[in-house]
Structures are given as structure tokens and as C-alpha cells.
């Protein structure tokens, strides 16, 4: 038999830690660690596997035999099997050979808390440390004010094997290449932050990386994990930060995942009402499982500190939170107060929160969740999810709806472009476009809108500029900042060659420049959660689908005053009422000829007459462009 050295990384602490689903750096301790013991160099494995009567590592270096490495169980009732294998080094592959005394099948499973993985349909782990150095320190130190809620929050979404693709070689642009192009794209685009969807290593490319079984891993197909490190250390360096999509909702059943990992429901809640999700066909984590809450707080906390991410969105958490998501009745078993909630996977929620902010508090979690579900970004301690913000989903479907009207319909339907302010401040809402609203048949987001294509793409400014005169923080899917006409294809690079036609370099310059307003306005940003930095002028001009708000920060100099025009009719001579006297001045219009409008612009200032209207004591006449937004500041 192969020579397996009784040791452990693990003390007792650390067990009781672990029992009681308090131990939330357990990748220091799971997994496989190369390390050296009594002068020899190998690698210490580690695996939570209570049902299994025999735990091997079996790989290259043993010819992948499952008699030859035996990994000892400890004798704490703790479920963990160990042992330091010398001789095996960085680079070599391996899993486990996992015999259950439940079923006495025998299993070969992937290591859950691997550091790399190999490269799809590959299905091994690899063992790997890195000594990456970051270079990142000056914004590791600012980032408690870039990640801030009274900051701009300005994210691109990105699906990185096909955001652009080496279309010569068929193959998408690595860690490397990325940090070169994508870094610098975001940034002349203006962008605070961006957002990777699911890098953690996952078999099947349909899944968009949403269906994970390397939850320690980065998916292997872009390069090494030290090159991801990278990657991220050049966002920080140009002052962008980033956001990785995390999946705690669910998994899938790959024979090599978390699925009976060891011949038992471990990672999986055993009841399928709880722990099977019909829509996509995987397997529910089981959230009242301590062990598997250290597994899922860890992974969080992973991504944060050895990868200094600056804030998780959390997937799906709609499904999590409710038992009958997705359920016909019959098909789920209300709480033990005949409730809907699922009250295991909401206190998870909340210690997930406390935990990453109470470890990181420079950084943001950010829930998807599209239910009127109370205070998913209010703290725990007054009964919150803890969440720092939360998907406006609402918003992006009245919206959505709204611009897929003509025109001409559109005055009975300005209640739909308003509803969104009647709880605009009940949670900390970030306005998302994101990869959802542009697949399955849905089309692109200008391909959604009517009329002709000078038409579209005004109605797209008007779109893009709304949304970022909005209170909340805002996310724009890849391609949506172009004009995409095509649904985005996960298999494909996005359609580059449309900026050789000037529609799509134009609007490509709108968002830099909307960014742009965003961020350097404090109006916009810094109560952008709070009723005190909105207020309506007028919502009520249906006939002529114009509505017109004021943006306000701490300073009241620096407020500004946003009028939006939905009609296709320039108008002229239009009064607005205001607060106060003086000269206003036009600082942004989405009508410029740069951007390939008609050019209704007010290019001189304006001044403010002493002349009653909107219930205010002052108003101004200026001119409205034709779907146009236009953005007002006093001198």
C-alpha cells in the first residue's frame, strides 16, 4: 500500500468550529495543500465524506489505483478523512475514491474545495498554490469609498469566454488578453466596477457558468488562477473594481460534483421538495446542514481574500428563499408556520451577510431577487437579509415594457415609466439590463424597440439616459453599450463589426459619456438610496409623455434638473417650473449630434423667470429634443 502519513491541519477548535458551521476558512484546511513534513515535500489532502467507509486519493502518480493511497478518517465524528501523501507535487491531478457504506457503491469524485481544475470534458482536480504577489494595494486601501453606497456604482456585465473571441484561432481571449483589452475598454468606457458571470470551474458551457462544480476553482478554460489574479490586479490598478456572480441556490448532478458525494444527500437537502429544483434540474444546497453553511460562507469569503474580489451578486436568491419557487401545490410543504419561506435558507442568507461584511466591510453583496420579499437590503439586526443591494427587476420590466410601446401609445401609459419612484427607496435597488433581457427570444434591447432606426436608437439614449438619471446604481449587459442587434450568444464573440457604422459608434459614446454624467454629478450618486435625493416636477404631462425630476446630493448647489421627452415631437417653448431663481445651464443632451440626433439643443444659458408654474414660484422655457433626455444645472 502507497504511503499515506497520518497528519492534520486541523485542530480541535477548528472541529468544533466546523460541527457547529462557524469554521469559515475551510479552504485553508479542506482540499489539497502542498506542504512539506519532516523535510519531505508532498501534498496534505483533506475531504468531508461521514458516510464513506473508505476515502482514497487516487491520480496520475498512482495510476489512478484505489488501493494505493488510503486517506485516514479522524476519530472526532467530524466526517474528515486525511493524510500527507509525500512526493506529490503542484501540477498533479487527481480525486477521490470514495466507497460508501451506505450504498457500497464506489464513487470518484472531484476534490469539492480543489484550487484548480482541469479543462472541460476533463473532470479532475489539480493540485496548486500560488504565491501570486498583487500590486493593488493603493485601491485595496480606497476601496471603502469606491464600493460605498453614497459612491457611483456603475457595472458591466460580463460573460468573459465571450465578450470577444480570437475568432482565427476559435477560441475566447484568455486572463492574459483580458486584462490587456477588457480592462481598457471599461475604462474608457467609464464603468466603475464589472461583473464577471460564474468563472468557477463548470462542465457544460449552456449553463453560462451557473451550473458550478468547482466552487474553488476559476474555470480553467481562460488560463491558470494566478493569471485571474492578475486580471483582477489590473482592474484595481486602473480604480475598477469587480464583482463576481456566486451561486449558492444550487448545483448539478455531474456524477464527479457535490451530488451524493459520498453515497448520502451531504451537500443536498435529502427531502427532493427542498432539495431538487425542477426548472433547472439540479440539486438544492441543504441549508440547515452546518458543515454545508461553513462550505458556502467559506467559498464567499474565499473569493474576497484570496482573490480580493469587491462584492458577490448572489444568484437566484428568489429560489432560495421561498419553498413553493417554481412549485406547484402538491410540491412543496409549508414552514413550521405555514409559511411559504424557507426559513433554513434565509437565516443562511443573513449569517452570509454578517459574515462578509463583519470579515470585508469595503464590499458589496448584491441580491438578485425579483419578489416583493421585505428588506432583502436592509441589516439583520432590524430583521434585513443584510444584503448591501438588491436587482430593481421591477423597474427594468415596466421599463422595458414601456419602450416596446410606439410612440403614439404612449401617453396611456406614463404610469408605467413612473411606478417605479412609488418604491424607488424601499430597498437600495441597483437598475440592471442584464444578460436575462437579451436570450431566449426576448431579443437584443434595441431589437425590442419600434420604429425606425433613428428611432430606436434615440429611444435607446432616452433608455440608457433614464436609467442613469434614476436613483439606484446601475448594471449594463456586454453589447447592450453598442446596440447589439442580435440576442447575445454565449458561443459567440459579441458583434464588434457594428462599430464600423456610425448608430453604433455613437451610442458606444453615449454610455462613456452617461457614465461619465453619473459619476462626476454628486447629485446622482450620493443619496441615490434615499427619497431626499429625488423629487418630482412633473409626472402628470401625458399628452405630450413628458416627465421631469430633480437629482439631489448633500450639497443643494450641486442639484440638477432632468427633463425626458418620450414622444417623437421636438418641443418648443416648453415651461418648466422651478425652485429658484438664476441661470441654468444644459449639460448634457442625448439629442447631440455626436450621437447622431436631430441636435434640439440649448446651447445658451438660460435664465429663470419669476413666473408661477409646476407649483413652484420660477419657471424656464427651453426646448425639448424629440426622444431625447436633457440634463439642466444652475450656473
Not at 476515502?55 to 472526532?76: A, C, K, T
Not at 412609488?422 to 420604429?451: C, Q, W
Not at 429663470?608 to 419657471?619: A, D, G, L
Request: aromatic letters at 16%; charged letters at 20%; proline letters at 4%.
Amino acid at each position: 500500500m502507497g504511503n499515506v502519513i497520518a497528519h492534520s491541519l486541523f485542530t480541535e477548535f477548528d472541529i468544533n468550529l466546523f460541527k457547529a458551521g462557524k469554521q469559515f476558512r475551510l479552504y485553508e484546511k479542506l482540499g489539497s495543500h502542498t506542504i512539506h513534513l519532516n523535510g519531505q515535500e508532498g501534498t496534505y489532502f483533506a475531504v468531508w465524506a461521514p458516510s464513506a467507509s473508505r476515502v482514497s486519493v487516487i491520480g496520475d502518480f498512482n495510476y489512478w489505483n484505489e488501493e494505493e493511497h488510503l486517506l485516514h478518517v479522524r476519530w472526532d465524528s467530524s466526517g474528515i478523512w486525511e493524510g500527507f501523501i509525500p512526493y506529490v507535487r503542484k501540477g498533479t491531478v487527481y480525486k477521490y475514491a470514495i466507497q460508501s457504506k451506505i450504498t457500497s457503491e464506489k464513487i470518484e469524485k472531484a476534490d469539492p474545495f480543489a484550487k484548480r481544475c482541469e479543462h472541460p470534458p476533463k473532470t479532475g482536480s489539480i493540485v496548486w498554490n500560488d504565491d501570486y504577489a498583487w500590486q493593488d494595494q493603493h485601491w485595496m486601501q480606497e476601496r471603502f469609498h469606491k464600493n460605498s453606497l453614497q459612491a457611483p456604482f456603475s457595472v458591466y456585465e460580463v460573460h468573459l469566454t465571450s465578450w470577444k473571441r480570437k475568432v482565427e484561432e476559435n477560441r475566447s481571449l484568455s486572463y492574459f488578453e483580458l486584462a490587456e483589452e477588457l480592462v481598457q475598454y471599461v475604462k474608457k468606457m467609464h464603468f466603475t466596477h464589472v461583473e464577471f458571470m460564474p468563472i468557477m470551474e463548470y462542465p457544460y458551457d449552456p449553463s453560462w457558468g451557473y451550473q458550478i462544480t468547482g466552487y474553488f476553482a476559476p474555470t480553467s478554460r481562460l488560463g491558470y488562477p494566478e493569471e485571474l489574479k492578475y486580471l483582477i490586479d489590473v482592474f484595481h490598478q486602473n480604480s475598477i473594481g469587480v464583482i463576481l456572480d456566486w451561486v449558492p441556490s444550487h448545483f448539478p448532478e455531474d456524477t464527479h460534483g457535490l451530488g451524493k458525494f459520498d453515497g448520502s444527500c451531504l451537500y443536498e437537502h435529502p427531502d427532493l421538495k427542498k432539495g431538487y429544483h425542477p426548472d433547472w434540474k439540479s440539486l438544492i444546497f441543504n441549508y440547515s446542514r452546518n458543515e454545508v453553511r461553513a462550505f458556502l460562507i467559506s467559498n464567499a469569503l474565499f473569493w474576497l481574500d484570496q482573490y480580493h474580489v469587491d462584492g458577490l451578486r448572489v444568484d437566484a436568491v428568489a429560489s432560495m428563499i421561498y419553498l413553493n419557487y417554481s412549485r406547484k401545490e402538491g410540491e412543496w410543504e409549508p414552514n413550521i408556520f405555514g409559511g411559504n419561506e424557507n426559513l433554513e435558507a434565509i437565516s443562511f442568507l443573513k449569517e452570509l451577510n454578517e459574515t462578509v461584511y463583519l470579515n470585508y466591510p469595503d464590499v458589496q453583496t448584491i441580491a438578485e431577487e425579483s419578489t416583493a420579499f421585505p428588506m432583502v437590503s436592509k441589516p439583520t439586526s432590524i430583521g434585513g437579509l443584510g444584503f448591501g443591494m438588491k436587482w430593481m427587476m421591477g423597474w427594468m420590466h415596466d421599463t422595458l415594457h414601456y419602450f416596446n410601446k410606439d410612440t403614439i401609445y404612449r401617453k396611456y401609459h406614463q404610469n408605467e415609466i413612473t411606478f417605479s419612484l412609488t418604491y424607488a427607496f424601499s430597498e437600495n435597488f441597483m437598475l440592471p439590463l442584464s444578460h436575462d433581457e437579451v436570450v431566449y427570444g426576448k431579443k437584443s434591447i434595441i431589437g425590442r424597440i419600434p420604429g425606425d432606426e433613428w428611432q430606436r436608437f434615440a429611444n435607446l439614449r432616452l433608455l440608457y439616459g433614464y436609467m442613469f438619471t434614476h436613483p439606484g446604481t446601475k448594471l449594463l449587459f456586454m453589447g447592450n453599450e453598442i446596440g447589439q442587434y442580435e440576442e447575445w450568444d454565449f458561443q459567440s464573440s459579441l458583434d464588434w463589426n457594428l462599430l464600423s457604422y456610425f448608430p453604433h459608434i455613437n451610442i458606444q459614446q453615449f454610455v462613456s459619456d452617461v457614465n461619465l454624467l453619473y459619476k462626476e454629478n454628486k447629485a446622482l450618486y450620493e443619496k441615490q438610496f434615499s427619497q431626499e435625493g429625488f423629487e418630482w416636477i412633473s409626472y402628470d404631462d401625458t399628452e405630450n409623455s413628458v416627465m421631469s425630476y430633480y437629482r439631489k446630493g448633500e450639497n443643494k448647489e450641486d442639484t440638477l434638473l432632468i427633463i425626458c421627452n418620450f414622444s417623437t415631437n421636438a418641443l418648443h417653448k416648453y415651461r418648466i417650473g422651478v425652485y429658484k431663481e438664476g441661470i441654468l445651464e444644459e449639460i448634457f443632451n442625448s439629442d447631440a449630434s455626436k450621437y447622431g440626433g436631430s441636435n434640439v439643443i440649448n446651447e445658451n444659458p438660460i435664465p429663470v423667470e419669476s413666473s408661477f408654474y409646476h407649483n413652484q414660484t420660477f419657471s424656464f422655457i427651453t426646448s425639448l429634443p424629440p426622444l431625447g433626455i436633457s440634463v439642466y444645472k444652475y450656473k
